[in-house]
């Protein structure tokens, strides 16, 4: 069974960084794009990038580009999504998914909660 | 950049009654590469159809897609309760891998 686990609910201040994991399971994970998706509170889903499990390939959304680094370590088949300097509006639910002619397979989301 | 609209932003039905969704880009989808999902409040998003017109693993036939180019549509016949929620379409045919702005099923 295809699986995504990510890391749990982050509190974090303005200012502070953040990585946050996503391990799969259940599947080749290095023959396989993985991607990260941010839905703020209330609001609807924003692609953010994606990242080649095999060889690290990466793609950023413009909004995105620039603010948060994506990276995979395929031996252990997580990815990350690391958030530097963050924001009031960095406040999130953080998915990770499979990226395979859509988002087949979701990890179950990590809350992120920036505030002072 | 795709920029996805889609229509109408609520649409207000009875079980029984079928829903149809309309997702427009602002541009040719390469591939017709283009997905809905569903997302019920608290949940994770479902792939509900790829390439346009493929119900995902699982999907019950109630819910079809169809479309081409610039113009889809989710049509979901004969509304179950639990099919009450939010829905999206996203284009993955040319990076970035945009979303549509979402329409709820109320």
């Known amino acids: 069974e295809v699986q995504f686990v990510q890391s749990g609910a982050e509190m974090k201040k303005p200012g502070e960084s953040l990585k946050i994991s996503c391990k799969g399971s259940?599947?080749?994970?290095?023959?396989?794009?993985i991607g990260w998706v941010r839905q703020r509170p209330g609001k609807g889903l924003e692609w953010m990038g994606v990242?080649?499990?095999?060889?690290?390939?990466?793609r950023y959304g413009p909004s995105f580009q620039g603010e948060v680094t994506i990276s995979v370590d395929k031996d252990i088949s997580t990815a990350y999504l690391q958030i530097k300097n963050l924001k009031a509006s960095d406040t999130a639910i953080y998915y990770c998914?499979?990226?395979?002619?859509?988002?087949?397979?979701w990890g179950q989301g990590t809350p992120v909660s920036v505030s002072s | 950049e795709v920029e996805l609209t889609q229509s109408p932003g609520t649409l207000s039905l009875s079980p029984g009654e079928t829903a149809t969704l309309s997702c427009r880009a602002s541009?040719?989808?390469?591939?017709?590469?283009l997905a809905w999902y569903q997302q019920k409040p608290g949940q994770t998003p479902r792939l509900l159809i790829f390439?346009?017109?493929f119900r995902a693993t699982g999907i019950v036939e109630r819910f079809s897609g169809s479309g081409s180019e610039t113009d889809f549509t989710l049509t979901i016949s004969r509304l179950e309760p639990e099919d009450f929620a939010m829905y999206y379409c996203?284009?993955?045919?040319?990076?970035?891998?945009?979303f549509g702005q979402g329409t709820k099923v109320e």
């Open positions: 390439g346009a017109s």
């Open positions: 259940g599947y080749k994970f290095a023959n396989f794009w």
């Open positions: 998914g499979r990226s395979n002619w859509g988002f087949d397979y």
């Open positions: 996203q284009q993955y045919g040319s990076s970035p891998h945009t």
């Open positions: 541009e040719k989808v390469r591939g017709n590469f």
């Open positions: 990242i080649y499990a095999g060889d690290s390939e990466t």
